[in-house]
């Protein structure tokens, strides 16, 4: 399944975006739909994750409270509401999926991958 990550941007500090993950218009089979962030020379870091039939939601701590992760059933979506962004939330953001409910923030877990959209939040 091809995954593809839109709605990155430059924003300054304080600013919203919000960033979509489809699948080329076919349905998601997964069970998992996942965000993942990444700066140079460091690891993924888990951000949120959905589990697509439940709606059950899971947050890093540095962003609970600021981000909101959904999806849309009939548009085959998945959304990540980006609020209060900070500078440290610069990095590109991936959108994931994958069969199970588990170990969802464990990068190594998800199947699928989207490309990447880059997100630059200005001070």
């Known amino acids: 399944v091809q995954l593809q990550a839109s709605g990155g941007g430059l924003v300054q500090a304080g600013g919203s975006l919000r960033l979509s993950c489809t699948t080329s218009?076919?349905?998601?089979?997964?069970?998992?739909l996942g965000w993942f962030r990444q700066t140079p020379g460091k690891e993924l870091e888990f951000v949120a994750a959905?589990?697509?039939?439940?709606?059950?939601?899971y947050y890093a701590d540095s962003v609970k409270g600021r981000f909101t992760i959904s999806r849309d059933r009939g548009k085959n979506a998945m959304y990540l509401q980006m609020n209060s962004l900070k500078p440290e939330d610069t990095a590109v953001y991936y959108c994931?999926?994958?069969?199970?409910?588990?170990?969802?923030?464990?990068?190594?877990?998800?199947?699928?991958w989207g490309q990447g959209t880059l997100v630059t939040v200005s001070s």
């Open positions: 218009g076919r349905t998601f089979s997964s069970k998992t």
């Open positions: 994931a999926s994958k069969g199970g409910t588990w170990s969802v923030r464990q990068d190594h877990a998800y199947t699928n």
């Open positions: 959905i589990i697509w039939d439940g709606g059950t939601t």
